[in-house]
C-alpha cells in the first residue's frame, strides 16, 4: 500500500511538473533557427558553387 501511494505520488508531481514544457519550447525554437540556417547554406552554397563553376570554365 506504501508503495502505491509513493507511486502515485510520483505521478502526480510529473503532472505538475511544467519545467519540461519549456525544455519543449526551447526545442522547438532551436529546431527553427536550425532549419533557417540549413536553408541560408544550402542557398550561398548553391550560389558559391555556380559562382566557382563559372570561374573554372572562365579558365578553361
Given at each position: 500500500?506504501?508503495?502505491?501511494?509513493?507511486?502515485?505520488?510520483?505521478?502526480?508531481?510529473?503532472?505538475?511538473?511544467?519545467s519540461?514544457?519549456?525544455?519543449?519550447?526551447?526545442?522547438m525554437?532551436?529546431?527553427?533557427?536550425?532549419?533557417?540556417?540549413?536553408?541560408?547554406?544550402?542557398?550561398?552554397?548553391?550560389?558559391?558553387?555556380?559562382?566557382f563553376?563559372?570561374?573554372?570554365?572562365?579558365?578553361?
Amino acid at each position: 500500500m506504501r508503495r502505491l501511494k509513493a507511486f502515485f505520488d510520483l505521478i502526480a508531481g510529473f503532472r505538475r511538473d511544467r519545467s519540461g514544457a519549456t525544455a519543449i519550447e526551447y526545442a522547438m525554437i532551436a529546431g527553427g533557427i536550425a532549419l533557417v540556417i540549413i536553408a541560408a547554406v544550402r542557398l550561398v552554397g548553391t550560389e558559391t558553387a555556380a559562382n566557382f563553376q563559372s570561374a573554372s570554365d572562365a579558365f578553361k
